[in-house]
């Protein structure tokens, strides 16, 4: 009995091994689905300002100061014209719920700077990926500018001075300032801007819940419209046609 327990596990450890160490056939038909999947869905990129993917946004060694207010300001727009949105006329006779609601020219713009949304096609229902992504990479540059904040603390001292026509050496006292305040804001920044972002798209998520319903109702309205307009027409024109008729009557009926 011992004998024939020892090689059943034996025998199932030999065909688990073997499902294991198996590889997986990839065919014609899944390679091309995964190709069409990579191609649709957003693919998060290594996120480093110093890569080719985020060189479009002005995360840049030079202008630390206007890093908070330009993430501020476009995450503000964004937003805004979200909220716009909701105004605007939908467009009923799109193919799919995408073109409904087409992304403003801010969301583009925005979107078309992100590795992860430059050949996808964006919707106002993709603003909070979008947003979060802005996010991520703002986050990003922040925590690679604490990493390196010395070396690039001499480096905004000595540009600044090259832009003043000084070539007075950098003193310990002007270093410790600038790091003192860029460490400050960093932290500042880290600590805000992902709670502030994430309150905000709790709030547009409320306000969004019943927007594909408002969409819609706002479609059958216009579709309704357009039927009462076309049965207008219809009854105006049957209304018309006796009198083309009694017009026509002197005409056949003429006198001898």
Known sequence: MHIIGLLTLLLLAVLCANVITRPKEL??????????????????????????????????????????????????AVIEEHLQSFMRAPKCAAATGNDVLPAGPKLQELAKKLPGWKGAAVSQWEMSSVLLEFLRAYECALQERLYFLHQDAIKTLENASSAQGQDTAITLTQLITQVSEEDETIARELAVARPTLNRSLAVLAGLSRLLPLHTELQCIERASLDIRNALALGAEASACLPRIWNAKDPLRDLPQ
Do not use: K
């Not at 091309?32 to 993917?53: A, K, V, Y």
């Open 27 to 76: 065919t014609a038909t899944s390679v091309n689905l995964l190709m069409q999947r990579e191609q649709e869905n957003s693919i998060l990129t290594p996120c480093s300002r110093f890569t080719d993917g985020y060189a479009q946004l002005p995360f840049q060694d030079g202008n630390f100061p206007e890093w908070p207010q330009y993430y501020h300001t476009t995450a503000a």
